[in-house]
């Protein structure tokens, strides 16, 4: 576009009509006709291209009134505007409840392109004491978490190779595309050339042709004017040399003149006749080429014209063709962008879906379903924060704390701000057992808020872990200073003030804590503890009655599991002779572990251990059976918990 006065109304005008198409999403890059071509696809309208056509074009780049005067075009302009704008498709909310959970907040982050939009549950500041897992059930639980992990993780990468590949076979099909438009434009440019270069030598052929017969007319011409010449000469000549003979036979023949006068005067009237003749001739002669000359010329302006309006015929044509291709290439570009604006409708309309069943599916409390639609959303739309962070949430939720770092570490580089998923982030390191990385992580959190009590709470909990008591102190002191009503950080300030020796400050917490929850039984049996290593027997026994009332009686196991264990023993002994005790000892035992209620860990585990020495029941060797069925009872014992309970339920009982 030419650069034109700020204050020419075509001007004025022009940046109307922009301002409205980048408000309807309807602007393209190019000049007026490919605008005009972009907004008409886009609009369904021909208002651009009349205002375009009629008005600027002739204004801008040849600076006179076109067909179309300035009120009309500010009419045009008008009814664009008018045109109703483009609503701005916006992404499906997703909202998750947050669990009733003493200490969390609801902190909301939403950030440009985020599809879930949620209310960050933060994660548990406090809890019971780490539990301390039988280390078999540990390793087979990380090695099925490894394997997860890895089966995750090859999804993923194959997911990704498709898409790259799918990308790289599009990004080939375009090159393609592109390089036969490329060689098809050239085609056409090196055909306009060739017609431009024909119609310039079919003009310089005329030229020649033309200038050619002027010049062998005006030769024509000149010796027709040079044998006139010579022959007026010539004639001239012979009329003076007659009359010389006529004066010399006057001299001779005087005496004759009167008799040869009437045969010199017919003689010279002839001749006269015959020279008047002659020269009609010659006459008609000239005109004769008069016309001819002047019969070749207007042949020659009728094939110039001719020539000229062939080729100005050729010049109309090419620039209809160019015309043409522009309309062509501003359909075709607008075809692309109609494709392109349909693909991202579709991948928002697919990523709204997701978000919607997500939701839906955390409603009813399907977890895994949950992960699964945040997975596929999140591979649709990588740079969402919050999917990240809630597909984290998730997998804590279902205890995978590794998957859940991954996915806090992905979202927090996508959204480095938000305290709440650094808070949660260093929950999920903590239960991870990575403790100097969760500390890192609640210490960011609190960089950016450090009246976040939640963090001070974490990070007091991480600190207790790595049993760096002094540290957690100073959290659990600042986690109570801006919550004074939290029970759980003033149990844990003295706990860890306890394990420092303090027990004076350890008492004035635990009270503390007792005063806001009195029902906490394991505070008033911790205050008991402290009150007796300060030899304050009396209130210490206090103390302790009060925390046995209120603890939970722990089940005790039935005479049923000890009968089941001796019939599976007793029965082994005898399942080599018939196979009737060897089910009978089978069943002793799944009547035993039935009536232990295991956790599904420890029952996968027991599964595992127990399958081999049941098989056992039935061999014929006579030893077998009972050292299998012994071995067992161990490690069921064991992995029960058995002595425990007898031992809880003992102490309890006194």
């Known amino acids: 576009m030419p650069p034109q006065a ?28 490919e605008i005009a071509a972009h907004a008409k696809a886009m609009l369904a309208s021909d208002l651009v291209e009349r205002f375009v056509r009629d008005y600027y074009l002739e204004r801008a780049y040849n600076g006179v009134p076109g067909n179309m005067s300035d009120s009309t ?38 950030g440009p392109g985020y599809f879930v939009q949620v209310d960050l549950e933060e994660a548990e500041a406090y809890g019971d004491e780490a539990p301390k897992s039988f280390w078999l059930i540990a390793a087979i639980r990380h090695f099925f978490l490894d394997l997860g ?10 997911a990704r190779r498709r898409r790259e590949e799918e990308q790289r076979r599009e990004a080939e099909q375009r090159q393609r595309a592109e390089a036969a438009r490329r060689e098809e434009e050239r085609h056409r440019q090196e055909e306009e050339q060739r017609r431009i270069r024909e119609a310039e030598e079919a003009a310089a052929r005329a030229r020649r042709i033309e200038e050619d017969k002027h010049r ?18 010539q004639l001239e000549e012979e009329r003076e040399r007659k009359a010389r003979e006529l004066a010399a036979q006057k001299e001779k023949e005087a005496a004759d003149e009167a008799q040869r006068q009437r045969l010199i005067e017919e003689e010279r009237k002839r001749r006269e006749r015959e020279e008047a003749e002659r020269r009609k001739k010659e006459a008609a002669e000239v005109a004769k080429r008069e016309e001819e000359r002047r019969r070749r010329e207007r042949e020659a302006a009728d094939r110039k014209a001719k020539q000229e309006a062939e080729a100005l015929e050729l010049q109309r044509r090419i620039e209809k063709e160019r015309a043409d291709r522009e309309r062509e290439q501003a359909g075709r570009k607008a ?69 859940a770092v991954r996915c806090y570490d992905a979202g927090l580089k996508i959204e480095p701000g938000y305290k709440t998923a650094w808070n949660n982030y260093g929950h999920a390191l903590r239960r991870a057992g990575r403790y100097e990385e969760s500390a890192k992580a609640l210490r960011k959190a609190l960089e950016i808020d450090s009246a976040y009590s939640t963090a001070w709470a974490n990070l007091g909990t991480t600190l207790k872990d790595s049993e760096l008591f002094s540290e957690a102190v100073s959290a659990f002191s600042e986690a109570v200073r801006l919550k004074p009503q939290d029970a759980a950080g003033w149990y844990w300030l003295g706990a860890c003030q306890w394990q420092l020796g303090h027990y004076k400050d350890a008492v004035t917490a635990l009270e503390r804590a007792l005063e806001i929850n009195p029902d906490n039984w394991d505070g ?3 205050l008991g503890d402290t009150l007796k290593q300060l030899g304050r027997e ?55 572990v039935a009536s232990l209620k295991l956790s599904w860990p420890r029952l996968f585990v027991m599964t595992a251990v127990a399958l081999p020495a049941l098989a056992m029941q039935f061999g014929e060797e006579p030893a077998a059976p009972p050292i299998a069925m012994g071995i067992l009872l161990i490690v069921t014992s064991i992995v029960g918990r058995v002595w425990k309970r007898m031992r809880e339920a003992k102490a309890t009982a006194g």
């Not at 704008?85 to 669990?99: C, F, G, H, N, Y």
């Not at 075809?335 to 604006?341: F, G, K």
């Open 216 to 233: 062998q007319e005006e030769e024509l011409g000149k010796k027709e004017a040079q044998e006139t010449a010579r022959r007026q000469r």
């Open 149 to 158: 992990d890895k089966y995750q993780a090859w999804q993923l990468d194959r």
């Open 524 to 526: 008033w049996m911790r």
């Open 335 to 403: 075809a692309e962008a109609a494709a392109r604006q349909a693909r991202e409708e579709q991948r928002t309309a697919k990523l709204q879906q997701l978000a919607g069943q997500a939701a839906q599916l955390g409603t009813e409390g399907n977890r895994p379903g949950t992960i699964a639609a945040l997975e596929q959303l999140l591979e649709l739309q990588p740079r969402d924060a919050m999917g990240w962070f809630t597909l984290a949430l998730y997998f804590g939720k279902e205890g995978n704390y590794r998957r």
């Open 73 to 110: 075009a500010e009419q045009l302009v008008s009814d664009l505007e008018a045109l109703p704008r483009k609503p701005v498709a916006q992404p499906m909310t997703m909202r998750i409840a947050p669990a009733a959970t003493a200490g969390r907040t609801a902190v909301a982050a939403a």
């Open 538 to 592: 009396k209130e210490a026994g206090e103390a302790y009655k009060r925390g046995k009332k209120l603890a939970p009686r722990p089940v005790p196991l039935g005479a049923g599991a000890y009968v089941s264990a001796g019939v599976a023993l007793a029965a082994s002994f005898a399942a080599s002779q018939t196979v009737l005790l060897g089910l009978i000892a089978v069943g002793a035992y799944v009547s035993l």
């Open 6 to 33: 700020p204050d020419t109304p075509h001007t004025v005008l022009w940046k109307r009509v922009t301002r409205a198409l980048a408000e309807r999403g309807a602007l393209a890059q190019g000049g007026p006709n």
